[in-house]
């Protein structure tokens, strides 16, 4: 057998050729079959190959045409889908590089009886069998199968002959085998050309996902073909795309990592290749199991990059088992590689358009700020102070020169001098007017909590502390503190605010944190603070820290024609608001306004002008109206016994201005109507409802 037959060597050179030429192994088989009869009679021959898994492929098959064909995958044809027969059962002791020989598979007791049939062999009446094993490289990569139908046709000899005929065809066999998937390889790879325009179409995956599967399915065939991107939770993934060619049902939209078996293969961005789901999947995993439940045999998913970690997968499934190989993985890896660009290029173009709209919407609150700016400097700017006192416009001239610096200022005059507004002055004047302006009645707060609203405090400082609470310092943080009648801090809270003021550092009430004093800090007074340092009432130090720039407001009696110009600014300002049309203010009224002593200043002129536009009820507003009481009045009143004094109801206001008036026009209804800027028949209407005499 050793003497190998000329002719033997011409089906050997037709697999060289092979490896130039397209390559039809049922015509090489055949013509090898025919040579090779001469050595070894035979009625079928076949080569297998070995395939991943351990499952067999027909690379070649010989048989007469009137019998039937071998019911398997094949080994050159993209049909995955075949039934492959499980290489144990098939070859046995092949597999460890035995010859194994069967005389009579009717007769062989390990066939015989068991109702087993190797290969479809008694199927196919083949009843004795020769079956050698390819090997190259050290290992097996298939077999030579020789069969006859008549039984005893083989001895030892012909076995060691099939397997010399093996070995010497092995490795030619391997070498067009792998030069046919390099060709198919590459085939595939240009097919995947089509996704390139498929992508430029549109940078939206979502809305071109099916476009996208058609073009993958002539180099991938699937059926079922979807994207999952991992979530922000980055414990699950959420389906961005899906393709199915069957109705079935719909896929979870969230699948948790944990619901698969294989969820940390995927995870680590290792692909994962299910070749039989029955076989490889957990059903007591849910993810698992809606694979399985899906009818689904074949998985196939490969990761997706984004930005140098798995941000999710491509998978593919077909409802065939072993449908999917190392080849496919590589496949679905370039697939995987342009989904990526697709992917980026639409998250890219979503965080421009949220960039777009976010600056669009930053563009509208600057504007926004910008008109609000404008309208509190319009409204609280230095501009808008009214008064041409000369003491009042020194003062606005100081504040409105340290305004630009950081330097404390100390505020004072009367209360209701307008303090808190040339403070506000300030603070828009200067660097932090974009920083917010928090003002603080230090008065006003209890002496229990005025160190926790100046400072916060933490959760359980104290009893009520349920949540934490910043304090001022931390609300005003980049902008001004304004901190009123700062005379009527106690001295505990002066000891730390003169800390702040020197280290601009503090802590919360019950906190062992420091915090950074970033404010600028404007104090204002309406006490003599220099007279409270000498009676021992106000810390020394605090004040010289205080007191490095002082404005001083002078008192509206001090002002003189301001006051008129302030009392016309409130009708016009307060009489819309009050359903009150345009007043004027009479020569009388003004007269009593300038000799008025204005103990309570602005916010008390302010009260005068409104109490007098709900008095008279539109009109020219007269000295009755404003219920003043003239300086001579004053001293009079001043003269007799004081008795204890009440608050006025608006009805005996408006009485007493009444009478005031008939008093002074001696009883004259028409000039006393006249006086308080109403008609007569008015008059007389108040006169009955406030239960005075008409006559």
């Known amino acids: 057998m050793s003497d190998m037959n000329p002719d033997f060597l011409a089906p050997l ?196 996902f099916e476009r996208v599967a058609e073009a993958v399915r002539p180099a991938l065939d699937f059926d079922v073909m979807g994207v999952r991107l991992l979530a922000e939770s980055g414990r699950d993934m959420e389906l961005v795309g899906r393709v199915s060619d069957a109705p079935g049902p719909a896929s979870s939209a969230r699948i948790p990592f944990d619901d698969l078996s ?11 290749c299910i070749r039989d789901a029955q076989r490889e999947l957990d059903p007591a995993k849910p993810g698992d199991r809606r694979i399985l439940d899906h009818g689904n045999r074949s998985l196939l998913s490969v990761p997706l990059w984004l930005y140098e970690q798995v941000g999710g997968v491509l998978f593919f499934v077909k409802r065939p088992p072993e449908w999917y190989d190392s080849a496919d993985v590589e496949i679905a890896q370039a697939i995987a590689a342009q989904v990526v660009v697709a ?66 200022v100390l505020l004072t005059g009367e209360s209701g001098t307008g303090k808190e507004l040339v403070a506000r002055a300030i603070h828009l004047a200067s660097p932090r007017a974009e920083g917010p302006f928090v003002a603080v009645n230090c008065a006003a707060l209890p002496e229990t909590l005025v160190d926790s609203e100046l400072f916060g405090h933490e959760r359980g400082a104290f009893t009520g502390a349920d949540k934490q609470k910043l304090g001022r310092f931390e609300v005003a943080a980049g902008g001004t503190l304004l901190l009123d009648e700062i005379g009527d801090l106690a001295p505990a809270v002066q000891a730390k605010l003169l800390r702040v003021l020197q280290e601009h550092e503090f802590q919360r009430v019950g906190g062992t944190a420091t915090l950074r004093a970033n404010v600028r800090l404007i104090t204002a007074t309406n006490r003599d603070l220099a007279r409270a340092v000498a009676e021992g009432k106000f810390r020394e130090d605090l004040f010289y820290r205080l007191n490095v720039f002082s404005v001083h407001l002078p008192p509206l009696r001090e002002r003189g024609e301001d006051i008129l110009l302030l009392a016309h600014h409130f009708v016009r300002e307060l009489g819309p608001r ?27 002129l302010q009260n005068a002008v409104e109490r007098a536009l709900i008095v008279a009820e539109g009109g020219l507003l007269t000295a009755a109206h404003f219920g003043l009481v003239a300086p001579a009045q004053e001293e009079n009143a001043a003269a007799r016994p004081s008795a204890p004094a009440g608050p006025r109801s608006l009805a005996d206001v408006e009485k007493d201005t009444i009478l005031a008036a008939l008093e002074r026009a001696k009883g004259n209804k028409a000039q006393a109507a006249a006086a308080l800027g109403i008609t007569r028949t008015k008059l007389y209407t108040r006169l009955r409802q406030l239960g005075l005499s008409l006559d």
């Open 343 to 408: 992917v980026q290029h639409q998250r890219l173009a979503a965080e421009q358009q949220h960039r777009v709209e976010a600056e669009g919407r930053a563009r509208h609150l600057e504007q926004r700020l910008s008109r609000l700016r404008q309208e509190l400097a319009n409204q609280y700017g230095f501009e808008r102070i009214i008064g041409r006192a000369p003491a009042l416009r020194e003062a606005l001239a100081r504040a409105a020169k340290v305004a630009p610096t950081e330097t404390t």
């Open 578 to 604: 009050i359903g009150r049309g345009e007043c004027g203010i009479s020569r009388d009224a003004r007269s009593l306004l300038l000799a008025h002593r204005w103990p309570g200043n602005i916010r008390e």
């Open 13 to 208: 050179a037709a697999i060289g050729r092979a490896m130039q030429d397209a390559f039809d192994p049922h015509r090489f088989l055949a013509e090898f079959s025919t040579r090779l009869q001469r050595m070894l009679p035979h009625d079928r021959s076949l080569i297998l190959y070995l395939e991943e898994g351990g499952r067999l492929s027909v690379f070649a098959e010989y048989a007469a045409p009137s019998q039937p064909q071998y019911e398997g995958s094949y080994t050159l044809d993209f049909d995955p889908g075949g039934r492959y027969a499980p290489a144990e059962l098939f070859l046995g002791p092949v597999l460890t590089g035995e010859t194994a020989l069967v005389g009579d598979f009717e007769t062989d007791p390990r066939f015989a009886g068991q109702g087993a049939d190797p290969g479809g062999a008694l199927r196919l009446g083949v009843r004795s069998r020769i079956t050698a094993p390819l090997t190259s490289r050290g290992k097996v990569i298939g077999a030579l199968v020789i069969g006859s139908y008549t039984p005893g046709a083989y001895s030892a000899a012909h076995a060691a002959g099939a397997r010399e005929i093996a070995d010497l065809i092995a490795p030619l066999i391997e070498n067009v085998v792998l030069l046919h998937r390099e060709q198919r390889r590459r085939r595939r790879l240009a097919a995947l050309g089509g996704l390139a325009p498929v992508f430029g179409a549109s940078l939206n995956l979502v809305e071109n």
């Open 262 to 272: 294989f969820s940390v293969t995927v995870q680590a961005g290792t692909p994962v």
